[in-house]
């Protein structure tokens, strides 16, 4: 089966967002664990290393139908926050961006009636719905929880949680 340039590229593309990705939640684990927010570091090395498994899941079906996949040099990641609040926000905008881009192929996959690619996609069209509740759920627990030192320290103990649930480990 032969991929169109049009659906080359976008694959492409999603390749290197998802590697932005893991970029970007490896610079937030990094600024979390330096901070003082463990639960929040870990949580964000788990994300960061999902993020990579999807962006090889893509490089695997790309090489599979003999397009080399064209691994991107990435720009560097915002590297510091003003509050574990903006960083949890930065990270569901990019989520948001990643749905859009994944919505976007579905679309010139339909449109190509390029099936073989319309079926890999629906793999991330139910991914992006979970972890852009993963973190609609987090923010949430600002309000919830409160802001100050304590509620910060519980959002911190809910995020530690988070990162060993095993239904995080499937994702
Ligand atoms: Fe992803
Ligand atoms: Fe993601």
Redesign the pocket.
């Known amino acids: 089966m032969k991929l169109s340039t049009n659906m080359k590229k976008a694959l492409n593309d999603q390749v290197t967002l ?1 590697a932005s ?1 893991s970029n970007s939640y490896l610079a937030m684990a990094s600024w979390c664990q330096v901070t003082g927010y463990r639960g929040a570091a870990n949580y964000f090395y788990v994300q960061s290393d ?2 990579r498994t ?1 962006m090889l899941k893509i490089v695997h079906y790309l090489n599979s139908l003999g397009t080399i996949a064209t691994i991107p040099a990435t720009r560097a990641p915002i590297s510091s926050y003003k509050s574990l609040e903006v960083l949890i926000q930065t990270a569901l905008k990019s989520e948001q961006a ?1 749905t859009k881009a994944i919505h976007n192929m579905v679309e010139i996959a339909q449109k190509e009636k390029d099936h073989s690619t319309y079926v890999f996609l629906e793999w ?1 069209v139910n ?2 719905v979970q ?1 852009e509740t993963k973190f609609e759920t987090i923010l949430q627990k600002f309000d919830l929880l409160g802001r100050d030192k304590l509620g910060i320290n519980e959002i911190d103990k809910f995020l530690a949680a988070e990162a060993t649930a095993p239904a995080d480990a499937a994702a």
Do not use: K, N, R, S
């Open positions: 998802e990705a999902e993020e999807h990643v991330f991914e992006q972890e």
